[in-house]
């Protein structure tokens, strides 16, 4: 029983991340189809925010890209709280090593 929890929110989880980031990602595409600016520049992730507020298509793609990207980070998360719900000490701590590999790897930009 305990196993078939943990797989059943990691998948869901993942697939959650990946149909949103398709999803979001789709949105994008078609906007800028629609648009036929032709404009295809990469928008830096300082201004990502501000495009997204003018409802910049490319901006949107990019979105679903960084959903896709953040998706296995969310999944560490739930693997986390679920592990933590089912107070197994060992896989919590797995699972806070992998997050902290992860944050010292996003600050270093590895």
């Known amino acids: 029983m305990k196993d078939d929890l943990i797989n059943s929110v990691l998948h869901r989880v993942?697939?959650?991340?990946?149909?949103?980031s398709l999803g979001t990602m789709s949105l994008g595409l078609a906007l800028y189809i629609a648009d036929g600016s032709g404009d295809d520049a990469v928008i830096p992730i300082e201004t990502l925010i501000d495009e997204l507020m003018t409802g910049t298509p490319l901006a949107i793609v990019q979105?679903?890209?960084?959903?896709?990207?953040?998706?296995?980070?969310?999944?560490?998360?739930?693997?986390?709280?679920?592990?933590?719900?089912?107070?197994?000490?060992?896989?919590?701590?797995?699972s806070l090593i992998v997050l902290a590999m992860v944050l010292v790897a996003m600050v270093v930009k590895v």
């Open 14 to 20: 993942l697939m959650f991340g990946m149909l949103l």
């Open 63 to 94: 979105l679903g890209i960084l959903m896709l990207i953040a998706t296995p980070f969310v999944r560490i998360l739930a693997a986390l709280i679920v592990f933590s719900i089912e107070r197994d000490r060992q896989f919590v701590l797995i």
